[in-house]
């Protein structure tokens, strides 16, 4: 099961144009042309330090551009009401550690901000959904824990379950697997698979190429904080790139359906 809205409710276009941000005299990201196109899994991956976390804070309105337009279906971003902009693009930060003694149900209603009525508060619908929420990431059973006492990878859980509360048309997610065990990672991969077949747009910062080619419909690459590539997962992550830009050799494997690679050192 996944928690998603409603199938005929197709996420927004999401685009950088031109986008570039600079932050204590040096680019991060320059020239960024890239288009998340609705209902797709897009998945950003590069070498330490080539702009994929920043890229994702800039399409999520959490930085200012110093230069270009993050548009969301056509409209400026910066421009649109935050809890107008929340309810259409949720972000999941890389590093997230909670310093308030919240439950984990506490935590994940925080994502039911954007709808909640000021005079009424959370309705009883909310808690319905902050219920499947919770189950479709695997925390249900962690609800009365406090955020505080949780393992990385059970926050790391927890915060998708409070992503997913937004109903978000468009998520963005900062290496969502990297603290979640081989289960939870192809879990948590799948339920993002599922959301895009349902209508909402996915964008996944990660670090195994070759889990952007079983999952992803699109790959972008960065590198030195410029977008050098962007397409289908087969098109895109081919020996010459990978060797070019992550400084590995890829093999690919034989008998594969799909893209799958072995990685080796260069010689």
Known sequence: MTAAP??????PRLELVGGGVERRGRWLLRNVDLVIEPAMLTSV??????????LLKLLSGAWRLTEGRALLGGFDLARLPRRQAARRVAYVPQSVRPSFEFSVREFVTLGR???????????????GWIDRCLDDTDVLGLSERRVTTLSGGEL??????????TEAEVLLLDEPTSNLDLAHGLDLLGLARGLVDEGRSVVLVLHDLNAAARFADRVAVLDGGALVAEGPPAEVLEPDLVRRVFQVEAVPLSGAAS?????EPLA
Do not use: I, W
């Not at 991956?45 to 920043?54: E, F, I, L, R």
């Not at 790391?156 to 509360?165: E, I």
């Not at 893209?259 to 990685?263: A, R």
């Open 113 to 127: 901000y954007p709808h909640e009525n000021r005079l009424f508060g959370t309705r009883s619908a909310d808690r």
């Open 45 to 54: 991956v590069g070498p330490n330090g080539a702009g994929k976390s920043t």
């Open 259 to 263: 893209t799958v690679f072995d990685f």
């Open 6 to 11: 409603d199938p005929a409710h197709r996420a």
């Open 156 to 165: 790391q859980r927890v915060l998708m379950a409070r992503c997913l509360a």
